[in-house]
């Protein structure tokens, strides 16, 4: 749901990015109007609009002349690509620099992740 | 949003005095057509004053007020496009709710009836009772329904929901929104429940003493400012030469709220051990407002 404090139009992006990776808007399918994403978090509809445009920019998701928005194909990889990225400058780095801080090497980090995983 | 567009309510050095008291002091600031404006204060911040010369109700001491690019007092070719919800909304003597609604399409051309029913059914409004046995919430309720069912190009509400429970407020506020959806216009919404109509505002003023302390859009404001907690002594580091508007504090943890932090800025304290919180519009403008409050009371007399 929404929350205050950070940007809303970047709130609505991130939302309907993860309902794409998640398969619930599958490419090719239609999303809900700006007016609908409006009404359901109570919202103004503009600020809606400028997160689905947001989306629209990456090439997530395109327009239908007089139809409405659908996600574009390859929009599923798109996102995890660009995931992907944020995961790695989010979390490994950190994680690789704190590892060399205490003298661990890269096989003693992996061990740990696949023991984490693997719980 | 862009530099072109239209451009429904404008002041310029506008100013109110009631003898020694300046009520509104020297406020310019443009609302763009088509968007959801809040003007945000404290009571007797200067709100109603401000509406009240932007509808053409009062004249203003010095400065001017534009509405639709016309001087709005007395001017009927400017005022037929307006709605004003007035908090003190005064009706004839012998009027019922139903009479208000059947004189309406005289004074508003986009009057839509249909809904005016139906939002008089979601706000169980007595249609027959007369106006002045009304509860509080119920004489809201009028004003409301008269805001939206308008459809005025330009719609102003002044603290519209006295008396009206959360859950006839909610109502109020989804109407707005679905509404606003379909008939795209100009609304200008006075309130101090920042928190209640914090997403549907587009862009924010904020009034303060009778002053704009505040004029941006609502989205920016969000990611403005974030309160940064720790150990004072980290915390403290970590503000130094950071503009800061919040400062609490309890044993030897502080919680400092500072402005612009960038995404270097929220690295920066995280690896400082830092933990961030957002600020919430409402908790922002509480802040701003108190920092002002501070700031005139320590100004040399």
Redesign the interface.
């Known amino acids: 749901m ?8 970047l709130q609505i992006a991130e939302q309907l990015a993860d309902d794409i990776i998640s398969g619930a808007y599958p490419e090719e399918s239609q999303v809900p109007s ?2 609908e994403f ?2 359901f ?7 809606a609009a ?1 997160g689905v445009a947001l989306l629209v920019d990456e090439g997530v998701l395109y327009k239908k002349r007089g139809i409405g928005m659908f996600v574009a194909a390859g929009a599923r990889e798109k996102l995890l690509a660009a995931r992907t990225e944020t995961f790695d400058h989010d979390y490994v780095r950190p994680l690789t620099r704190e590892a060399r801080a205490l003298g661990l090497a890269a096989d003693d980090v992996i061990t740990l992740i696949r023991k984490d995983m693997d719980r | 949003m862009t530099p072109s567009a239209p451009i429904a309510v404008e002041a310029d050095g506008l100013t109110r005095r009631y003898g020694e008291t300046v009520a509104v002091d020297r406020v310019g600031f443009r609302l763009e057509h088509g968007r959801i404006h809040g003007l945000l204060g404290r009571n007797g911040a200067g709100k109603t004053t401000l509406m009240r010369m932007l509808t053409g109700q009062e004249f203003p001491s010095s400065g001017r007020a534009r509405l639709l690019g016309g001087e709005p007092a007395e001017n009927a070719d400017v005022l037929r496009h307006l709605c004003f919800v007035k908090e003190s909304q005064r009706y004839p003597e012998s009027f019922r709710p139903r009479h208000v609604f059947r004189v309406a399409p005289w004074y508003f051309e986009n009057w839509d009836a249909e809904f005016a029913g139906r939002l008089a059914d979601a706000f169980r409004l007595p249609l027959n009772r007369p106006i002045k046995k009304l509860s509080r919430g119920q004489l809201s309720a009028v004003g409301i329904i008269l805001g939206l069912a308008s459809r005025a190009p330009v719609t102003f509400f002044d603290e519209p929901y006295l008396g009206l429970d959360a859950v006839a407020r909610q109502i109020f506020y989804d109407r707005l929104l679905e509404d606003f959806a379909e008939h795209p216009r100009t609304v200008v919404l006075s309130t101090h429940l920042i928190d209640e109509i914090a997403g549907m505002l587009e862009h924010v003023l904020v009034i303060d003493r009778g002053r704009i302390l505040l004029d941006a859009d609502a989205d920016d404001l969000r990611g403005r400012a974030v309160t940064v907690v720790g150990t004072a002594g980290a915390v403290d580091r970590f503000v130094a030469g950071r503009e800061t508007i919040h400062r609490t504090g309890i044993g030897g943890l502080a919680s400092v709220t500072v402005t612009g932090l960038d995404a270097e800025g929220r690295r920066a304290a995280t690896d400082a051990g830092l933990e961030l919180a957002p600020v919430s519009l409402q908790q922002l403008i509480v802040h701003l407002t108190r920092a002002s409050a501070r700031d005139f009371s320590e100004a040399p007399a």
């Open positions: 929404i929350e205050e404090g950070r940007p809303i139009f700006t007016n409006a009404a978090h109570r919202i103004n509809p503009a600020t400028k």
